[in-house]
């Protein structure tokens, strides 16, 4: 939920406050014509923070939408608001349970202003791994429930069935090399584990067709899609590195997709180009060296500018995923991803034309995972009217979906990736 900022009249007013609530964390964000002075203070017995701002202005409008709180936000229960001395604003956060909270400012950019920027992250960090383990055990429990009612009538007994055999005679215990051999053989398969990547998402945007298209919201709902594709695979599974609408940074990207030891990650965009005109879809691979195209440093310098946007808390950045993002020599990766990227484009091919007729490279910072065949897809440009048209399109974006999910299984088919070898 958010307002729409308003003119800047007196300093330091807070001209908008969103808030953007989801099983990861919830982050409010407070934006204002000057730098805010703030001091946070934790609470607990019960749970609660305080934020007191000093020589604020906070309209009623934007007071009225803090405390329109989401009841379903996994850890705010409401908002108080109350000024304690004059030129000071106190806003209270009710919590719904203990938090790890960060707050941080940012310096304006693009067409925000300053920004003072609160994360409410949980007590325990959420396990990407975790997460994903627990999603298939509720799948094959929802899998197992369905298969129930069917399976019912092979346990009732008949009065005309026949007579069991008599069980044979007990042999010598087989020796204990062959119990080894049998359990590995009836042990599944690993899985291969392929990480979604939406772009942008919460504070960021993303490019913005004529018709106000988002692309976080078009390239999440393709995501959610291409995850459904992959989770119905036997031998595969689907980990989303954002699944709802909020803001990841792109070392957690990367992270999210080291932690999960992907075999594949796939970046989903729908960008925009100064012109209208352009047109088709791209894949895009890391580069060592350089960009293959002007317009493919371009788009690497715009995405990676995507931190700015969605605003990250420097401080507490953590080191390794800090190296995560070094370029180091990552020649087999580079080599796997260009060969997944030529599967993707060839089925993309079927579905849309293409921007280029080759899988290009840049230096994009969310596909620097060194052990990772990473690659990056732009589905279409928002910014052509026809090609925003289709990306609405729900059969479209299916469409967007299926043709991904061929160029998976057709790269995997050719063997296993040497990066991860």
């Known amino acids: 939920w958010s307002l729409a900022p308003q003119a800047w009249a007196v300093a330091a007013r807070i001209a908008s406050a969103r808030v953007w609530p989801a099983e990861e964390y919830t982050r409010l964000i407070l934006e204002s014509s000057a730098p805010l002075a703030h001091r946070m203070l934790v609470l607990h017995d019960p749970d609660r923070l305080v934020l007191d701002l000093d020589g604020a202005d906070l309209p009623a409008e934007v007071a009225a939408t803090l405390k329109r709180a989401d009841r379903n936000d996994p850890y705010l229960a409401g908002v108080r608001i109350g000024q304690p001395a004059a030129s000071q604003v106190r806003i209270v956060f009710d919590l719904k349970g203990d938090v790890n909270p960060q707050l941080f400012a940012l310096a304006p950019v693009a067409e925000y202003g300053y920004r003072l920027v609160l994360d409410l992250y949980p007590a325990t960090p959420l396990d990407p791994m975790m997460a994903l383990l627990a999603s298939e055990e509720r799948k094959q429990r929802a899998s197992a429930a369905m298969a129930a009612p069917a399976d019912a009538p092979t346990v009732v007994a008949r009065n005309d069935a026949k007579p069991a055999p008599a069980a044979p005679a007990r042999s010598e215990p087989a020796p204990a090399r062959t119990k080894t051999a049998a359990a590995r053989s009836a042990a599944p398969p690993r899985k291969l584990t392929i990480a979604i990547d939406p772009g942008h998402g919460g504070e960021d945007p993303g490019a913005i067709g004529r018709r106000g298209t988002r692309e976080k919201d078009v390239v999440l709902a393709i995501g959610r899609r291409l995850k459904a594709l992959v989770d119905a695979e036997p031998d ?50 890391l580069s060592e060296h350089g960009a293959t195209s002007a317009a493919a440093r371009w788009l690497a310098q715009k995405e990676n500018a995507a931190d700015l946007i969605g605003g990250v808390n ?69 910014s052509n009217p026809d090609e925003e048209r289709r990306l609405r399109d729900e059969r479209q974006q299916k469409r967007f979906a299926q043709s991904m999910h061929e160029g998976i299984k057709r790269y995997f088919a050719q063997g296993p990736a040497l990066a991860r070898g």
């Not at 594949?264 to 100064?274: E, G, K, Q, R």
């Not at 290009?360 to 440009?381: H, M, N, R, Y």
Request: zero cysteines; proline letters at 4%; charged letters at 20%.
């Open 314 to 382: 420097l401080d507490v950045a953590d080191p390794l995923v800090a190296r995560t993002l070094l370029d180091l020599s990552q020649a087999a990766q580079i080599n796997d991803s260009m060969k997944a990227g030529r599967y993707m484009l060839n089925e993309l091919s079927e579905i849309n034309a293409l921007h280029k007729g080759a899988v290009e490279q840049a230096g994009f910072a969310v596909l620097k995972a060194p052990d990772i065949p990473s690659i990056l897809v732009e589905t279409a440009f928002i």
């Open 236 to 285: 595969m599974r689907a980990m989303l590195t954002r699944d709802d609408d909020f803001f990841v940074p792109l070392a957690q990207r990367v992270q999210k997709a080291r932690r999960v030891q992907a075999d594949l990650f796939i970046s989903v965009h729908a960008d925009a180009f100064t012109t209208p005109t352009a047109r088709g879809s791209s894949v895009f691979a």
